[in-house]
Each structure stands twice: as C-alpha cells, then as structure tokens.
C-alpha cells in the first residue's frame, strides 16, 4: 500500500509517522491486496488536530473521514475507525456477492448420500421420492413443460403401467414405456 503522510502547519516527525503506521496496521490486515494507496492530511486549526483520510480500494472504491482531537492519537484512531468500520461494511458486500454468484444447482441441493457404494461400482445418490400419479401422456406433457424437470415418471392410466416422459434437445417430448 502506498501512504502519502501531509502535514499542514504540522511537521511530520518520525514518531507521528509511527503512530499512523501502526493505526493502518489493522486497515491493512482487513483489506489484503484490495487496498491500493491512502492519503493522510494533518492540520492544526485553533489548537485542534485534524485528520483527514482518504482510502483508495480496489475497484474504484474510496473511503474517507475527517475527524478532530485534542491529541494526534485521538484524532487518528477515531479517524482509522471510521474507515476501517466502512471497509467492513465494503468488504461485506464483496463476500454477500460472491455468495449470490455462486453457482446452484437444485439436483445438488435436493442430494442426499444414500448407501455407500461398493468401490467398485458406480456411485448410487437418491435424489428425491415421488408418488406416481395417475395421468394422460398429454397431462403429463403439460406438466412437464410447467417444470424445469429433464423428466417425468408418471402411470399411465391407458395401459395402467409406469411410463417416463422425457425434455428432447429439440423441445419436443419421447415417451418409454415398458414391453408388454
């Protein structure tokens, strides 16, 4: 991180220099390698210090605070507060976007292990139970388009068996049914 230290009507001596260090030891930890540069401004008006900070982050993002104290210790941790409270509030943004960009899949979400398998064999993961109903394969067709599902495993009520409708690449639906 780049620091620009600037005193007006103050000298900036080893010590203060110090002291605004170690107040940005914590900013620095917060942020990682999103913090780019700071801009530290301290004055003295009528016996009062200021500190005025701006924060350059990552992604054209700037935090900044003017506080003042009756001492620079004071007035620089009341000021490494604020923003370190507004980096916070940033960077808490950052990972809730992060969560909602992360990709779902409701197949994974509805896994639940079953059994081990043999090692051997291919691994068997219920996803879901569901209770056939009853229908027409146009009723099933029509419910199949209403869902996102790839298929339908419904009993068939013309020949009373279990039949699987299943979503074709080209948007068309194919129909299995078991031998007689």
Avoid: Y
């Avoid at 916070?88 to 899949?105: C, I, Q, V």
């Amino acid at each position: 991180m780049r620091l620009v230290l600037t005193g007006r009507q103050v000298d900036i001596t080893p010590g203060i220099r110090r002291l605004v260090d170690r107040k940005f030891a914590r900013l620095e930890r917060l942020l990682g390698d999103a913090l780019v540069s700071s801009q530290v401004v301290l004055a003295l008006e009528k016996g009062r210090r200021h500190a005025d900070i701006t924060v350059h982050v990552a992604g054209d993002h700037q935090l900044s605070t003017r506080t003042a104290g009756p001492t620079w210790n004071t007035t620089l941790t009341a000021a490494v507060e604020k923003v370190t409270h507004q980096a916070a509030k940033l960077k808490g943004k950052w990972t809730e976007s992060k969560r909602r960009r992360a990709p779902f899949s409701a197949v994974a979400a509805l896994t639940v292990p079953a059994e081990p398998a043999p090692s051997n064999g291919p691994r068997v993961v219920r996803v879901s139970r569901a209770q056939f109903k009853p229908m027409s394969v146009e009723n099933a067709a029509l419910e199949l388009a209403a869902s996102g599902d790839p298929f339908l495993l419904f009993r068939n009520v013309d020949t009373d068996g279990l039949s699987v409708l299943i979503r074709r690449a080209g948007g068309s639906f194919g129909l299995i049914e078991p031998e007689r």
